[in-house]
């Protein structure tokens, strides 16, 4: 720490970009002006040196190593956030402009997916909780998939409405297409049920700026012409240094997962999450004052929303938490009052300071 | 400084990502667990929030004062490197498949700006110095431009050959679409003459991982059905917030758009890059051991490539170079020989050292 200055870091309840380790904060500080025995930053290393070739083969070989990745599955690293995925999944996925994409609709990240997907393709909803203003997780069972679908994609974490799949789905005829940016690494996934996993690294990985693809490699190559940034097979082939990659990030996402395999790896961090989640879902229940929309067999363990009684009392309640270092707990606006969002980085002790606070405010306004 | 750790910073010539201004580092590294007041690192923070939406603000405000940006231009700050914009580009300018793009071949960066825009259009070399193997760029009255073309490109410095247009191009009757990637900002430039302006960030402007796009506006909205991460009106209408930018990559950009315009601005640095190349071309010119394989009037003020008189002595020049603390010298194996990338944040103390050393090797070896 500097000398004479005084750090007051707070609990950071971000959606994403969310709160990252203190420990790769102070790694990265300590590392700033020159890395190892390179004699520069991190940021103005060649990505063909053999300081980042190290930096980006350690974290490639991590992410295999910490989500159990199949050989026959191929790792990339990409740019544009899952947004840019919206379109690169169905462009290197889908074959023929008249086939159709099935989408199970469970939020404001599954409808991108499906306005995006429609550039390309039919895309039919399989199955929606539109109705329950995305309060739920529908089941396997009320699916209504089409035979012979070009993938079939879910929403494994909805970060605004708070729902997330306690299970994973059957695979089925068509490829499993999983947009995991709000939960990967918080839970152990069984990859081989998926024909492609992604995720914007910007909650649970890192910082934002670098995008995860886990596909397995048989769906590669099926779109010869592509442009090649866009060319999952080229990406794969080139070991996503078909151009620079923003390299800082990934030296950032490679210090989160020596930070995950340290804390004893994603099955340790799901105990740790299920118990913060646990203990927050009990404060809001146990309440007269807090109620949280999400049906209870979907909650989601990273992002949970709960409203006031009483709207009036949402800015007192924002002001109040932000005074005591509680900071960006608004909740979305199509949920209304607040959001947690407690990703891996988000210590106990900041839900503890949470349901404190929460017990405060409402013996104070209850 | 940390206490007790020795730093030893080296003088980087790195084609790129390359050097920084050590006060940029040095910035970051005291911000990097608390930025301002807002008690988290910039990485951290949400890109909606107030202290993020500041930086971003004045990222952009610092592009258009440096670079001279007319209101009917807008700025776009997007992902993914030049190599996506190969793509990005002719999906936004190209309507029809029949059009032609038009190419000014200087290296290798339009071969793959030919190799792309084949994928959307007719590519047309209007002019090029292949033959000579890129050592120079060929005059505005050697080009047989296509009438009607839906852009002409030129590549503004070729990083691997060092060779750099000393003047800018007439526009035509054509939209002229440049990629400035490797000397943007370092010499000032009249945005009025071009179409678009496009360049990954990771030479002059800060990390890899963020791309600047100037585009009239005129030329935005010309296809309607882009996916939306790939369309430059989209974009500019969402001030480059459509998903999460890549918020750490920014908040460097901005420092070192401060930093640029802490020396004076672009006019500045065009006086200090001319004097730091004009010394290291005299060096080489006056050598009987180095040459430089680039006309003289296409000579680049931030790559220089030499050539050793004798093959065998590049690996003891490499070692040398390396134990003086002068890094990342070696060419690009299709010139050979030597490469000094010279960005803005390389110091004339790094050209002096770099000329004093190559005088010293020359006299033990040539």
Not at 270 to 290: C, F, H, M, P, T
Request: aromatic share 8%.
């Amino acid at each position: 720490m500097n000398e004479g200055v005084i750090m007051a870091r707070v609990f950071n309840f971000s959606a994403g970009p969310a709160a990252l380790p203190l420990a790769v904060l102070e790694q990265a500080r300590a590392e700033m002006l020159e890395y190892q025995d390179s004699g520069m930053s991190v940021m103005e290393m060649t990505h063909r040196g053999k300081h980042f070739s190290a930096i980006h083969a350690s974290a490639m070989a991590l992410i295999r190593e910490l989500m159990g990745v199949p050989d026959d599955y191929a790792v990339l690293l990409m740019q544009g956030g899952a947004s840019s995925q919206f379109a690169f999944i169905p462009m290197n996925l889908v074959t023929d402009r008249n086939q159709t994409i099935d989408v199970v609709h469970t939020g404001m990240w599954s409808k991108k997916a499906i306005a995006e997907g429609r550039k390309f393709a039919n895309v039919q909803v399989i199955a929606s909780s539109e109705e329950a203003n995305f309060s739920y997780i529908p089941a396997q069972s009320e699916w209504t998939p089409t035979p012979g679908a070009a993938y079939r994609h879910i929403t494994s974490n909805n970060t605004i409405f708070g729902a997330e799949y306690h299970w994973q789905p059957e695979a089925g005829d068509a490829p499993l297409v999983a947009d995991m940016s709000s939960n990967i690494l918080s839970r152990p996934v069984d990859v081989s049920r998926y024909g492609l996993i992604y995720a914007g690294a910007q909650k649970n990985l890192g910082p934002s700026g670098v995008t995860l693809v886990v596909v397995r490699k048989e769906l590669l190559g099926r779109n010869p012409d592509l442009p090649q940034m866009f060319d999952f097979s080229v990406q794969a082939e080139k070991d996503s240094m078909l151009n620079t990659p923003p390299t800082y990030a990934i030296y950032i996402l490679k210090l989160v997962l020596e930070w995950v395999k340290a804390q004893g790896g994603v099955a340790a961090l799901e105990q740790r999450n299920i118990a913060k989640a646990d203990k927050l879902y009990a404060a809001i229940d146990a309440s007269g004052l807090y109620s949280c929309p999400t049906r209870v067999d979907s909650r989601s363990r990273m992002n949970i929303p709960f409203t006031l009684a009483d709207d009036a009392l949402n800015a007192p309640f924002l002001a109040e938490a932000e005074a005591a270092g509680l900071v960006n707990l608004k909740g979305h606006r199509s949920v209304g009052g607040m959001r947690a969002s407690i990703y891996n980085a988000m210590e106990m002790a900041g839900v503890d300071a949470l349901v404190d606070f929460m017990a405060d405010f409402e013996k104070r306004h209850g």
